[in-house]
């Protein structure tokens, strides 16, 4: 067969895309920000909502803490519950997500709608307060990112000692999270845990097919099946990977579903590395330079990898709770084996190291 020339293929495959474009109806429903009109309802949502309710009623603050593996619906979960209860005028809301804003210095300022410079804490605490004297709820996205430099995370010392009785929902990945915060935050802020579980494939595919019957007009049931079924086999329910599968297979049908699926994964994948900070990559650095894959070594490697790049690195205790995290977010197993007598954990990365390799060279060779 003849080669097809640069221009003749281009051409082709702009017409081609165009043409499956056109399948799609609404492409904001597949942009993963987009907060549909009636979420799917889960038993988690219920404890949360009386949260508010009960807040809303007595005023008196009902903290939540709502933990779940990535794309369990925290997020959408609460911005939903933000947007009618905001709406309808019976709470003030404010939402800051902590990969934005990871010190408390930089929520307040955010809540406030200033730079945050040139003031204290206490002053921006005390201009907030004197701004908002009514019930208000913040919820606070992605708190496990907050910056390991804000130890003390005041802001939620100051929230839960508000005379103005704010409360606050937090979100994380992290399912230790409140291990972490130090024993007076823990004990004024008294949160309510709750647990997010990852959806089970009936519950995707329900999530699909409101997606499906906006974003392209039609039920594709069987591709959507088959893509709720990988997603929880593959990915602990992730449900942006499942949404991806599903707009990419809209756009060109003639490829295999599994394909789209394992390239949504991996472009989730690198999303998600991208955004760890620097510590954790270099856990994740350690656990791939290790033949031997057991954590008391992988702790030492980590320790020599922080040294040459001059981080202060973890205590073994810490590094240890960040396993967890590493884990929830689907980038490592922790497999427990016996050895002697005794059990002993070993990690095993679960992605291709080629693209930690590439991220690593990105973030620390350039
Ligand atoms: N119950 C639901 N109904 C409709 N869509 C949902 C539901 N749960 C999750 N989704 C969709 O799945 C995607 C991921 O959800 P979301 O962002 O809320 O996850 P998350 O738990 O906050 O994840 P992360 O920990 O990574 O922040 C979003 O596009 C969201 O709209
Ligand atoms: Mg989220």
């Keep these: 067969m003849r080669p097809m020339d640069i221009e003749k293929y281009l051409a082709e495959k702009q017409r081609h895309l165009l043409k499956n474009t056109s399948r799609i109806r609404d492409i904001n429903v597949f942009n993963f920000n987009y907060i549909p009109a009636k979420p799917l309802m889960r038993e988690e949502a219920k404890p949360v909502i009386d949260a508010l309710l009960r807040y809303q009623h007595s005023g008196i603050a009902n903290n939540v803490l709502i933990l779940g593996c990535r794309g369990s619906g925290k997020s959408v979960i609460a911005k939903y519950l933000m947007q009618i209860l905001g709406n309808r005028k019976q709470l003030d809301f404010i939402y800051v997500n902590c990969r934005q804003c990871n010190t408390s210095f930089r929520i307040l ?42 130890k003390n995370k005041d802001i939620l010392y100051l929230i839960s000692r508000s005379p103005n009785n704010y409360m606050v929902l937090l979100l994380s990945n992290d ?21 997010f579980k990852s959806y089970n494939a009936l ?51 003639g490829i295999p579903i599994k394909d789209h699926f394992e390239t949504a994964r991996r472009d989730i994948l690198v999303d998600i590395i991208k955004d760890l900070n620097d510590q954790n990559l270099c856990i994740l650095r350690a656990a791939s330079s290790q033949h031997d894959s057991y954590v008391k070594s992988i702790y030492g490697a980590y320790r020599r990898i922080s040294a ?26 922790l497999i427990s084996t016996k050895i002697s007598k005794t059990y002993t954990n070993r990690i095993q990365l679960a992605f291709d190291p080629v693209v930690l390799a590439a991220i690593w060279s990105l973030r620390f060779e350039q």
């Design 175 to 195: 399912p230790k999270f409140h291990q972490l915060l130090d024993a007076s935050t823990q004990s004024t802020l008294q949160p309510e845990i709750v647990h």
């Design 308 to 333: 040459g790049l001059n981080e202060e690195p973890f205590s073994y205790v810490h590094f240890y709770s960040n396993l967890s995290y590493l884990q929830s977010l689907g980038l490592i197993l």
């Design 203 to 253: 519950e995707l595919q329900k999530i699909l097919t409101d997606r499906a019957k906006i974003g392209l007009g039609c039920i594709p049931t069987a591709i959507i099946n088959e893509i709720a079924a990988m997603t929880v086999k593959n990915t602990n329910s992730d449900v942006r990977v499942a949404i991806k599968t599903l707009y990419q297979w809209a756009l060109e049908p």
């Design 109 to 150: 300022a955010s809540a406030l709608g200033v730079r945050p410079r040139g003031v204290s804490l206490d002053e921006l605490w005390y201009n907030f307060t004197d701004l908002h004297p009514q019930k208000t709820v913040f919820i606070l996205d992605e708190i496990d990112l907050i910056s390991n430099k804000d």
